[in-house]
């Protein structure tokens, strides 16, 4: 299979990129704004949180400033996990925090690898 997929790896990691920070800016939308069926929060934490989801899932999607916006998404996640998640049981499948494990580590990966060949931040060290 990595022969087939190999080459087509770096849009593959694009489209990773685009998905999951896309997926994550929704979250913060319904926090921050009501929007997408959630309710609008009024707990300063969970704005907080709205917001490295909203603006950091938008940095992650375009692929700008990625690496760090992952790396802090990423953490996020982890204390979500261990705060709302893992009093509920040991197992993410027991206290349904599986979205938040998969978010840590998929955002972990992101931080690894930085934004990108297919990224606005490729596209302006281009321009230069």
Avoid at 12 to 23: K, M, T
Avoid at 46 to 67: K, N, Y
Avoid at 72 to 82: K, L, R, T
Avoid at 103 to 120: M, Q
């Amino acid at each position: 299979m990595e022969r087939f997929l190999g080459k087509y790896s770096e849009a593959l990691y694009a489209l990773l990129r685009l998905i999951a920070g896309f997926l994550f800016t929704c979250h913060g939308a319904q926090k921050l704004f009501g929007a997408l069926g959630g309710e609008k929060v009024s707990d300063a934490l969970m704005q907080v949180a709205g917001g490295i989801e909203f603006f950091g899932g938008i940095l992650i999607a375009v692929g700008l400033f990625a690496g760090w916006a992952a790396f802090i998404a990423s953490g996020m996640m982890a204390v979500a996990y261990f705060k709302a998640h893992a009093p509920g049981g040991f197992w993410p499948i027991q206290n349904h925090g599986e979205l938040a494990v998969l978010y840590c580590f998929v955002f972990l990966y992101i931080a690894s690898r930085g934004s990108g060949a297919f990224s606005l931040e490729r596209a302006f060290r281009k321009g230069r």
